[in-house]
T-cell receptor, first 116, second 114 residues
Framework: EAGVAQSPRYKIIEKRQSVAFWCNPI?????LYWYQQILGQGPKLLIQ????????DSQLPKDRFSAERLKGVDSTLKIQPAKLEDSAVYLC??????????????FGEGSRLTVL | AQKVTQAQTEISVVEKEDVTLDCVYE???????LFWYKQPPSGELVFLIR??????QNEISGRYSWNFQKSTSSFNFTITASQVVDSAVYFC???????????FGTGTRLLVSP
């Protein structure tokens, strides 16, 4: 079974530029999450989708971050304009509906963003 | 508010030593779930275990064991006879019922040297 796919793995941009990250969850997983992991910290939930609807985006900085999950499969996370403090690893995770109640998430390898 | 504290930033051991990773949590929920995830150098977090708040029975899985104590709000993780492949960052996390919103600790980096 293929795991959660993310791209790009690495991205370096200047502040005020924009960037987009892509995630393809495990086939059949209805729930998709984007987490932000700043160096030395634990992952922090940015947004959670159930199919193509948003369940929780309370910690998403909506003035610069946006995310979508068209057709309830792939998802894109965009940052525009980027700030220095956005340097982090952006982790995508997915789970089945049953697993979303138990907390067992399957994570991708992440997209590391460096903002200069 | 929910909070997870992993006071140990980094632990170094020699192969075959036993090591315990500490986790202390705070929550006002009466029903909650505790987790451990492993993050190897490749970056993806790997689920290790989940415990329910109403089940304090300790669990052993191979060289791994978990000690859940509600009285001290702790959920510690012990690796017996550590191996080099155990080197990773380990995260403790807390979640509540319904649609999960896991709160992670800051992680403990474990380095096992030969």
């Amino acid at each position: 079974e293929a795991g959660v796919a993310q791209s790009p793995r690495y991205k370096i941009i200047e502040k005020r530029q924009s960037v987009a990250f892509w995630c393809n969850p495990i086939s059949g997983h209805a729930t998709l999450y984007w987490y932000q992991q700043i160096l030395g910290q634990g992952p922090k939930l940015l947004i959670q989708f159930q199919n193509n609807g948003v369940v929780d985006d309370s910690q998403l900085p909506k003035d610069r971050f946006s995310a979508e999950r068209l057709k309830g499969v792939d998802s894109t996370l965009k940052i525009q304009p980027a700030k220095l403090e956005d340097s982090a690893v952006y982790l995508c995770a997915s789970s089945s509906r049953r697993m979303s109640y138990t907390g067992e998430l399957f994570f991708g390898e992440g997209s590391r963003l460096t903002v200069l | 508010a929910q909070k997870v504290t992993q006071a140990q930033t980094e632990i170094s051991v020699v192969e075959k030593e036993d090591v315990t990773l500490d986790c202390v949590y705070e929550t006002r929920d009466t029903t909650y779930y505790l987790f451990w995830y492993k993050q190897p150098p490749s970056g993806e977090l790997v689920f290790l275990i989940r415990r329910n708040s109403f089940d304090e029975q300790n669990e052993i899985s191979g060289r791994y064991s978990w000690n859940f104590q509600k009285s001290t709000s702790s959920f510690n993780f012990t690796i017996t006879a550590s191996q080099v492949v155990d080197s990773a960052v380990y995260f403790c996390a807390l979640g509540s019922t319904g649609f999960q919103k896991l709160v992670f600790g800051t992680g403990t980096r474990l380095l096992v040297s030969p």
